[in-house]
């Protein structure tokens, strides 16, 4: 049944053109012929840096399941994620909209049960929808779980009726705390058990997949794949709290330390191949199946002296992957140059789908770049990103050319001149007119940004997370308690 919600006048304007827009277009027509909705399937690998892919120009073997996907279809090697946090990155992810518009931006807020997600867009269109997580941002109490039929936690329970440390040495002795949770073979096999009993509808499938996130505790085979060698005692255990991994480690610890990510790269891309492989089995439906992958965030190995991620927005955080593939739609082996946005895969995904995008995004279909005939260039589009959880004020704007960034109040505010310095280790000076103007431009789009989020009245709500939630985030250092990091160590 369709969803009717109470939208202001400039909302209804706007649906009713995007409406009469999408007549224009007419229906999808399926690989055969046909005019069958594809199934999507929308994996999000939490905390993978782009650069780290060998598709993406990675010198190791880290991702041949991903890198087919990619020979197969169209990679954009510049796409922007909303914030280097896995919280507002899904949100975003979900509603196509920046993190100053959706609102879900710090600890204990909750998405707001008005907005209308990519899965209830679907589901409202006729799809079966069900998704599968890993991490503990994703759970039902922020909100992201809006239009999922189905949606499962693929998380291991912390035992019942402990809490604090007693919770966290239960924990690790039955399964490793929270860090070390290995969640890809769980989530497969719950995905495998919901596909036999999925009907014969379109389907949009979600997947997050949570292992390479820190802690670095892969398999010791994919360890060996990429530093046999090594003799040293550094693991990937208690990364944030762990004084031996800092800036001044020695180059071959850290070596060590980027092959032990790289390690669970591999690992995850092998639940990518197996998970492609069952829906290929269950469904038979791969000729018309959208497959897209990305990521919420990168993360940082000491790039500008930090680890983990939640405390920059320089690249190594927000640059991600992404990956679409639709054999017979999208071209096999494209390259798209432009630079684009984590906000732009919502309606993507819908365009590709048929139907009609909420009048509320800020996202764009990148449709028009990738199809096999008829693809063309788009207009370029700055990408915001946005740190605002624990009283940060953190934005920034990127273009192809430039990085502006805006650090807060009483701190110091610059820009990048990428062309020259993509490693952004030069900044420029703010009383530089290209950087005054650029940081011109970013108040602008926050100015927009905040205007849309007014004219929506879509405010977030606040969020009521129970025990087994919490304890897990403290055992992260995600919030405060026993166990947290402290603030000047707390990437997330």
């Known amino acids: 049944m369709q969803r009717v919600r109470a939208l202001p006048a400039a909302v209804r304007v706007l649906a009713f053109l995007q409406t009469l827009f999408a007549l224009a277009a007419g229906p999808v027509v399926a690989a055969d012929g046909g005019t069958a909705a594809p199934d999507i ?24 399941a991903i890198d087919r996907v990619a020979a197969g279809g169209v990679r954009f090697p510049t796409t922007i994620s909303s914030s280097s946090w896995t919280l507002p990155a899904h949100a975003a992810l979900f509603t196509g909209l920046y993190d100053s518009t959706h609102g879900l931006v710090d600890n204990g ?20 929808t069900a998704g599968f997580y890993g991490g503990p941002y994703l759970h039902p109490t922020f909100g992201l779980a809006q239009g999922f039929v189905k949606y499962q936690s693929c998380m291991t329970k912390v035992p019942a009726g402990l809490s604090g440390a007693a919770a966290r040495a239960a924990s690790r002795a039955e399964r490793g705390a929270a860090h070390e949770d290995v969640t890809g073979p769980r989530t497969l096999e719950e995905v495998t058990r919901w596909l036999g009993v999925a009907d014969k509808r379109p389907l949009f499938l979600f997947v997050h997949l949570w292992d390479v996130h820190y802690d670095y505790v892969a398999p010791d085979r994919y360890v060996r794949m990429f530093d046999p060698d090594y003799q040293g005692s550094l693991d990937g255990r208690n990364l944030i709290s762990n004084a031996a991994v800092s800036p001044a480690m020695p180059a071959r610890d850290l070596r060590h330390l980027l092959a032990l990510y790289d390690a669970e790269i591999r690992f995850t891309d092998d639940t990518v191949d197996r998970l492609l492989r069952v829906l290929e089995k269950k469904r038979g439906r791969m000729g018309n199946t959208l497959v897209v992958i990305t990521s919420d965030h990168g993360e940082e190995f000491f790039e500008h002296g930090g680890k ?36 732009d895969v919502m309606p993507t995904v819908l365009a590709a789908a048929g139907v009609t995008s909420p009048p509320r995004m800020q996202g764009r279909d990148l449709g028009p770049m990738a199809r096999a005939t008829g693809a063309k260039r788009l207009p370029p589009e700055p990408a915001m990103s946005e740190l605002l959880v624990d009283g940060r004020g953190m934005r920034s704007l990127r273009t192809p050319e430039f990085k502006f960034i805006e650090q807060g109040p009483g701190l110091d505010s610059g820009g990048f001149d990428l062309r020259n310095d993509p490693g952004e280790k030069h900044p420029l000076p703010p009383s530089l007119p290209s950087v005054r103007n650029g940081l011109q431009h970013l108040a602008q789009v926050l100015e927009a940004a905040r205007f849309f989020r007014e004219l929506l009245a879509l405010a977030p709500r606040g969020a009521q997370p129970d025990e087994e939630t919490l304890e897990r985030l403290r055992s992260l250092g995600y919030i405060g308690g026993s166990g947290a990091a402290d603030d000047d160590d707390k990437p997330h």
């Open 41 to 64: 399937l929308l994996i999000s690998i939490d905390s993978l840096r782009a650069d780290h892919l060998g598709c993406y120009g990675y010198g190791q073997p880290t991702s041949p």
């Open 109 to 128: 807020l909750r998405l707001s049960d008005d907005h209308v997600t990519l899965a209830e867009a679907l589901l409202d269109a006729g799809y079966q």
């Open 308 to 343: 983990g991620h939640q405390r920059t927005l320089f690249d190594e955080v927000v640059r991600v992957p992404l990956i679409l593939s639709w054999p017979g739609h999208f071209a096999i082996g494209r390259t798209v140059p432009d630079q684009v946005r984590l906000i």
